[in-house]
């Protein structure tokens, strides 16, 4: 198959791989319709994370099921089917807590821009879409592989509800999907920050009410603000980094919870304000088994679109220029296509 690869700091290749195959009875293979670029795998791109040269990169698609193992009963080949990032046996007792994302049994996707991926634990993680869907309609469903379920955590682990105010911390897809499930659990204001007007107006789309385009200090001064000196009731942490983070809890107004889902990298958490001002903080790796049947319940029936998020779309020969785009930020999210 087709593969992307990474073999060093930014150098993103195409390879041609050995098909995946079916290691274990409870083992799927998809053929990837769609894949994508996920924020997270700049991380490595850029040389943040540790690289192994050669390996494997990419954990969102979509796609069909070509092969099953002997154990799998509730998928087949044919399936159309979302593959969660993090595979989990949707059994165990962390599963049935709703934490699928510590799941005994987990696994991830690791070739998700590439032809093939396999898929670990496929009757607990694969979702199926009643009708094969149309290709203009594949970026909302492979939004729900990764992006908008964790947009969704991060606005559920802040506690987002009718009313609301809340602060939406990144404006990568993440947090863009952030913004759009404070709307949909029915914030009243959702002040989005955002440098970038591209990314501003998805923003808008997705129900931010402002846009605070301050970073660091004078970004929490401008919330403070805005909230006339009172905070946010819920701030979704999309970033990862240092500065998100004690910008999030600036932010959070006493009592409030920061729902973080940026991938940590260097955070120092500022848990002397967070214990003075009784700020709550949660979230993680997102539960992506648990949100998924409602999301796609809602991408099927209009309730809810995502898709905005991909403003790129291209070959999955073309996948180096789609990590270029992203790391130069000229693209929000790429959408691959083998």
């Known amino acids: 198959m087709r593969a992307t690869t990474l073999h060093g700091t930014r150098d993103i290749r195409l390879s041609e791989l050995p098909d995946p195959t079916l290691v274990q009875p409870t083992d799927a293979i998809v053929q990837v319709v769609a894949g994508c670029i996920c924020g997270s795998d700049l991380w490595p ?11 494997t990169i990419g954990h969102e698609c979509i796609g069909e099921v070509v092969d099953v193992g002997a154990a799998v009963r509730h998928v087949r080949p044919g399936d159309f089917v979302v593959v969660p990032f993090d595979h989990c046996d949707n059994t165990c007792d962390h599963c049935r807590a709703g934490v699928h994302s510590a799941c005994v049994e987990l696994g991830f ?38 992006v908008m379920p964790t947009g969704w955590h991060a606005a559920v ?14 404006d990568g897809a993440v947090g863009l999907c952030g913004v759009l499930a404070a709307a949909t659990l029915g914030a009243e204001r959702i002040i989005a920050m955002s440098r970038h007007e591209s990314r501003q107006a998805v923003a808008r789309r997705f129900g931010a009410t402002e846009i605070v385009a301050e970073r660091g200090r004078e970004g929490v001064a401008r919330v403070m603000e805005l909230t006339a000196g009172v905070g946010a009731d819920a701030v979704l942490e999309c970033v990862g980094t240092d500065q998100s983070m004690t910008t999030a809890v600036r ?47 809602r991408v099927l029936s209009g309730r809810l679109d995502p898709s905005p998020v991909f403003d790129l779309s291209l070959p999955l020969a073309e996948v180096a220029a789609g990590y270029t785009a992203m790391d130069e930020r000229q693209a929000i999210k790429v959408l691959l296509r083998p």
């Open 45 to 55: 791109y850029r040389g943040e994370n540790p690289i192994t040269p050669g390996q």
């Open 109 to 146: 996707t690791v070739s998700g821009q590439s032809e093939l991926a396999r898929v670990t634990q496929a009757d607990g993680s694969l979702v199926r879409v009643p009708e094969a869907p149309a290709a203009e309609d594949h970026a909302a469903l492979l939004a729900l592989s990764d």
């Open 157 to 170: 682990s802040a506690g987002v509800r009718p009313g609301a105010t809340a602060v939406v911390v990144g």
């Open 251 to 297: 932010v959070a107004r006493p009592g409030a919870t920061v729902g973080h889902v940026g991938a940590p990298h260097g955070v120092q958490v500022p848990i002397r304000r967070m214990f003075e001002r009784n700020i709550g903080l949660r979230g993680g790796m997102a539960p992506v088994r648990a949100y998924l049947p409602d999301l796609l319940d």
